[in-house]
């Protein structure tokens, strides 16, 4: 599986941004699928999780009710929608695939990452 996202940028404090995470591969449509983000000198920390079909959807507390994630299964993409943004958000966003069934928070734990893209929120 190759993931390719996009959709960072800089924004203000409060606003949205949406991310794309393009899934390349036959079994895309089995593959749990995930964001994470980094932000200089921290550890890779989980955002947000979706099962296949997209059943089931698991968010960091810090982004419960701000962030959602879902998936196009026709279109081989996962989104994550990111609304009243705040500096702490500010990080390199990744995505990540895995065939196993479950929404696993350690970053160790998923096999496929995308490049990352960058989300910056000034206030």
């Known amino acids: 599986v190759q993931l390719q996202a996009s959709g960072g940028g800089l924004v203000q404090a409060g606003g949205s941004l949406r991310l794309s995470c393009a899934a390349s591969?036959?079994?895309?449509?089995?593959?749990?699928m995930g964001w994470f983000r980094q932000a200089p000198g921290t550890e890779r920390e989980f955002v947000a999780g979706?099962?296949?079909?997209?059943?089931?959807?698991y968010y960091a507390d810090s982004v419960k009710g701000r962030f959602t994630i879902s998936r196009d299964g026709a279109a081989n993409t996962v989104y994550l929608q990111m609304n009243s943004l705040t500096n702490e958000d500010t990080a390199v966003y990744y995505c990540?695939?895995?065939?196993?069934?479950?929404?696993?928070?350690?970053?160790?734990?998923?096999?496929?990452w995308g490049q990352g893209t960058q989300v910056t929120v000034s206030s």
């Open positions: 591969g036959r079994t895309f449509h089995a593959y749990t």
């Open positions: 979706i099962t296949w079909p997209g059943r089931s959807t």
């Open positions: 990540a695939s895995d065939p196993g069934s479950t929404v696993m928070t350690m970053a160790r734990h998923w096999n496929y």
